[in-house]
T-cell receptor
């Protein structure tokens, strides 16, 4: 079977750093993506890791360890606008994306 | 550049009625996806098109769902008849391709379907 696990919710304060973990068990793994979705909005692409290591894009970084079937999204200098749901998604064969259940991030003042 | 366009944004119907959703992908994107997202869950792929061809419809409930992508551009997803459990957000996404180098998927705003 194919499964992804991530925490259902995380709470942090403005200016803090938060890490959202994702573990996966899938066949045909090609890489791990992260998407952000605000309430009622469309999922938007944040990052993609095909190889082990850390990818940094501004305040957001994403990490992948293929040997551990594990990745995380790191959000720094949190802002209120970062309150949203964050999904990890495995890229499987044929370009198919398999999404996790999502982590709801609440940023408090 | 226009993003992925979907209509309608909201739809309320009674069970057993038919319903259709429309999607216009980003210009030049050959690959089109339909996802269903239940409340509090991640999107689940229903069908993927490469141009006009449905290359992955393994998750599409074919007894009541159908889709088409005539001319390889816009697409329609239909449910007939709708059931209470079909209430969800139906998302359309597109990408330049689906193999080789990773191609980011761009999502539309979705159609929120409520079946009463």
């Amino acid at each position: 079977g194919q499964s992804l696990e991530q925490p259902s919710e995380v709470t942090a304060v403005e200016g803090a750093i938060v890490q959202i973990n994702c573990t996966y068990q899938t066949s045909g793994f090609y890489g791990l993506s992260w998407y952000q979705q605000h309430d009622g909005g469309a999922p938007t692409f944040l990052s993609y890791n095909a190889l082990d290591g850390l990818e940094e894009t501004g305040r957001f970084s994403s990490f992948l360890s293929r040997s551990d079937s594990y990745g995380y999204l790191l959000l720094q200098e949190l802002q209120m606008k970062d309150s949203a749901s964050y999904f990890c998604a495995v890229r499987a064969s044929g370009g198919k994306l398999i999404f996790g259940q999502g982590t709801e991030l609440s940023v408090k003042p | 550049e226009a993003g992925v366009v979907q209509s309608p944004r909201y739809k309320i119907i009674e069970k057993k009625q038919p319903v259709a959703f429309w999607c216009n992908p980003i210009s030049g994107h050959n690959t089109l996806y339909w996802y269903r997202q239940n409340l509090g869950q991640g999107p689940e792929l229903l069908i993927r098109y490469e141009n006009e061809e449905a290359v992955d419809d393994s998750q599409l409930p074919k007894d009541r769902f159908s889709a088409e992508r005539l001319k390889g551009v816009d697409s329609t997803l239909k449910i007939q008849p709708a059931e209470l459990g079909d209430s969800a957000v139906y998302l359309c996404a597109s990408s330049l391709g689906s193999s080789g180098t990773y191609n980011e998927q761009f999502f539309g705003p979705g159609t929120r379907l409520t079946v009463l």
